[in-house]
């Protein structure tokens, strides 16, 4: 019975392993989303500008934004599946609220700062 569970465990190891490798490829698309939302949750003031621009185009999405951890991709797929319901509305807050733009000139991964491509 033992030897079950660790081959389960490792298949679960080797599956994460694979999910993690194909992110590395859309790592950047990712983490200007990551920073999207990162600004939206940053103020109570961004996130009531947020919530105006989405009455404003009539998006009728129930779900929040949230940010998710690099040890948990499954929450990277959820971001994502929420993020896309409010893709105008990132485009609005691009076009009315200064500082917006200057989230995407920094690339955060794992503490390390890069230029955005």
């Known amino acids: 019975m033992l030897n079950k569970h660790l081959h ?4 679960a190891h080797n599956v994460n392993l694979i999910v ?6 859309i790592n950047v698309s990712v983490i200007k989303i990551q920073n999207a939302i990162r600004f939206v949750r940053s103020s109570p003031s961004k996130q ?8 404003k185009l009539y998006i009728k999405c129930m779900k929040s934004l ?7 991709w499954n929450l990277t797929y959820l971001i994502l599946e929420v993020a ?5 509305v990132f485009v609005r807050l691009g076009e009315s609220e200064p500082g917006y733009m200057s989230y995407f ?5 794992k ?5 955005a491509t």
């Open 8 to 11: 389960v465990r490792c298949c």
């Open 20 to 25: 993690c490798d194909d992110l590395k490829e």
């Open 48 to 55: 009531l500008a947020f919530t105006k621009c989405v009455e």
């Open 66 to 72: 949230f940010l998710d951890f690099a040890t948990r």
């Open 84 to 88: 896309e319901n409010f893709d105008k």
């Open 105 to 109: 000139l920094e690339v955060h991964s």
């Open 111 to 115: 503490g390390d700062k890069k230029r």
